[in-house]
């Protein structure tokens, strides 16, 4: 990118900084925390990059399926079990353990919700975070 009064050096050497540094970024960003999918293209002039072009379009909301024919304490069980896979916890005693303690399960959806809602930064192992 240059400046275009020429006083200032280049922000980036090339076109693939600029993708990784900003753009790819950016794009995820808006992506994850708006309800908009975004894209963008790299017009040329030539061989030159000389416009970006952004493209979107409304995100369908992602739902966790309801088992309506199921209890509610079953549909309970079972959106645990979804959340303690989601967050990698899959050895049967520990499943086990936190299924059938109403404390637990209670922690258990505080804790994706907190996950979701960015209240808790979990970056790397979020399940080793929630036992």
Do not use: C, W
């Amino acid at each position: 990118m240059k400046d275009p009064k020429g006083k200032e050096p280049e922000l980036f050497q090339n076109i693939s900084q600029l993708r990784a540094r900003v753009l790819n970024i950016a794009v995820r960003q808006v992506s994850e925390h708006t309800g908009l999918e975004i894209d963008y293209q790299l017009l040329e002039e030539g061989r030159a990059h000389d416009a970006v072009r952004f493209t979107g379009a409304r995100q369908q909301p992602q739902q966790l399926p309801i088992p309506f024919e199921q209890p509610a304490e079953d549909a309970r069980a079972f959106s645990a079990r979804q959340h303690l896979s989601a967050l990698g916890i899959t050895q049967p005693q520990l499943v086990a353990t936190i299924l059938g303690d109403p404390k637990h399960l209670d922690q258990l959806f505080k804790f994706t919700n907190q996950l979701k809602t960015d209240e808790v930064k979990a970056t790397k192992n979020p399940g080793e975070l929630f036992l």
